[in-house]
């Protein structure tokens, strides 16, 4: 089944503004990732946030998570026409206080920022 | 340079065929993945080795086996492929997932069956 939901499905923003998206899973993590997928390539890895961590920066990347809500926001700044490309959240699931990289995809943002 | 790479780019066969996919990774990882990308961007695991033992293996068809001869090196091979099967198949790397560490993915096949 499907463990994260991130929302907007898409999201179109004039350059220099910021971008945020959402995204939700179900069942108890270990991390959450954020990646980047360029259209017709590979995924590129942000950021990661441990379940005990609550924010992380990364240049113009912010990331936080809510375990309580079972809920991720990442939030870029002063977006460039560069950053046009899908967004996706992984989670990590803990079992038995172990990761075993067995990440959980979510559909994704498509983002699309116009100079 | 390239840190995981995959060939071929594209694939493109009829229903039936038998085909491979191959994954190479230099950045010294010991643990490679396979996922499964369809049309709508949805990205699923299929199967991961580290240090060439088989450690998730989720709900595929028995058509798809994963080979890994060594832990640099991840092949995916396909029997009697169906038009369901078309798709873009990433390769990916991490070191060993204990602590949860983010993964290098390589470029995709694009897999398409007639």
């Known amino acids: 089944s499907q463990q994260g939901e991130e929302d907007p499905q898409a999201l179109s923003i004039q350059e220099g503004e910021n971008a945020t998206m959402n995204c939700s899973y179900k069942?108890?993590?270990?991390?959450l990732q954020w990646y980047r997928q360029n259209s017709g390539r590979g995924l590129v890895h942000l950021i990661l946030?441990?379940?005990?961590?609550r924010e992380k920066h990364s240049g113009r990347l912010r990331v936080t998570l809510d375990t309580s809500k079972k809920s991720s926001s990442l939030l870029i700044t002063a977006s460039r026409a560069a950053d046009t490309a899908s967004y996706f959240c992984?989670?990590?699931?803990?079992?038995?206080?172990?990761?075993?990289?067995?990440?959980?995809f979510g559909q994704g943002t498509i983002l699309t920022v116009h100079p | 340079d390239t840190a995981v790479s995959q060939t071929p780019k594209y694939l493109v066969t009829q229903m039936g065929n038998d085909k491979s996919i191959k994954c190479e990774q230099n950045l010294g990882h010991d643990t490679m993945y396979w996922y499964k990308q369809d049309s709508k961007k949805f990205l699923k695991i299929m199967f991961s080795y580290n240090n060439k033992e088989l450690i998730i293996n989720e709900t595929v068809p028995n058509r798809f086996s994963p080979k890994s001869p060594d832990k640099a090196h991840l092949n995916l091979h396909i029997n009697s492929l169906e038009l369901g099967d078309s798709a873009v198949y990433f390769c990916?790397?991490?070191?060993?997932?204990?602590?949860?560490?983010?993964?290098?993915f390589g470029p995709g096949t694009r897999l398409t069956v007639t």
């Open positions: 990916a790397s991490s070191q060993t997932p204990g602590q949860g560490l983010e993964q290098y």
């Open positions: 992984a989670t990590d699931p803990l079992r038995g206080g172990t990761s075993y990289g067995k990440l959980t």
């Open positions: 946030i441990r379940s005990n961590e």
């Open positions: 069942t108890s993590i270990n991390n």
